[in-house]
Every structure is written in structure tokens, then in C-alpha cells.
């Protein structure tokens, strides 16, 4: 299993990156996809995540500025982030539970190595 993220970089305050995560592997089914960050000193949090069935969830500082979404087709998360703030500055993990095909009903935890976000001017 192999999650790779693209997207991350620099951007001034007010800017917006969209994040993109593709889940490659065996798999039986994919049950949620999400982002975590991690900032320096900080413990990891999660940022978005969105089930299967699309419900989605966020944490209250994002709420109304990122937007996150997933192609099922592609295996594939997407994390929109308009109006960033230097607190978003971060390295940012994409994560998915997911059920290979050699383990239907065991669903597992996989993380991606993370992009790094630095919101500066």
C-alpha cells in the first residue's frame, strides 16, 4: 500500500494549495480518507476526513476554509485550502482506513510521508 501526496509548498496568507493523496494497493474497500497535520512542537491532528458514503467532517479552524473530497474511481482525497492562515503552516499527512483484498473485515490505518505547508509572507 503506498499513499503519496502532492500539492504542498509556500504561499503568502489569503492564498490557497489543494492537496491531492493517491492510495495505491489491493484494495477490497476504502472506508474513510482524510488529512492530518503536524506542526513543529504540535501533536499530529486530524484536519478533514470524508467516509465512504461522503459524509465529511473537519476540525472547528478549518471549518468554512478548506474543502475535502475524494474520487473513488481514482482512489484519490483531495484537500481544498483557501484563505490560509500561518497557522496552517504544517506538514500535512494523508491517511485512509482501508480492507486489502487479502484481509476482507480487517481494515487498516495507512499514512502517507507527508507535504509540507508553510503559509508566510
Known amino acids: 500500500v503506498q499513499l503519496v501526496e502532492s500539492g504542498g509548498g509556500l504561499v503568502q496568507p489569503g492564498g490557497s494549495l489543494r492537496l491531492s493523496c493517491v492510495a495505491s494497493?489491493?484494495?477490497?474497500?476504502?472506508?474513510?480518507m482524510g488529512w492530518y497535520r503536524q506542526a513543529p512542537g504540535k501533536e499530529r491532528e486530524l484536519v478533514a476526513r470524508v467516509a465512504n458514503g461522503g459524509n465529511t467532517d473537519y476540525v472547528a479552524s478549518v471549518k468554512g476554509r478548506f474543502t475535502i473530497s475524494r474520487d473513488d474511481a481514482k482512489n484519490t482525497v483531495y484537500l481544498q485550502m483557501n484563505s490560509l492562515k500561518p497557522e496552517d503552516t504544517a506538514v500535512y499527512y494523508c491517511h485512509t482506513n482501508a480492507e486489502l483484498r487479502l484481509r476482507i473485515g480487517i481494515p487498516y490505518d495507512y499514512w502517507g510521508q507527508g507535504t509540507q505547508v508553510t503559509v508566510s509572507s
Open positions: 494497493g489491493d484494495f477490497f474497500h476504502i472506508h474513510t
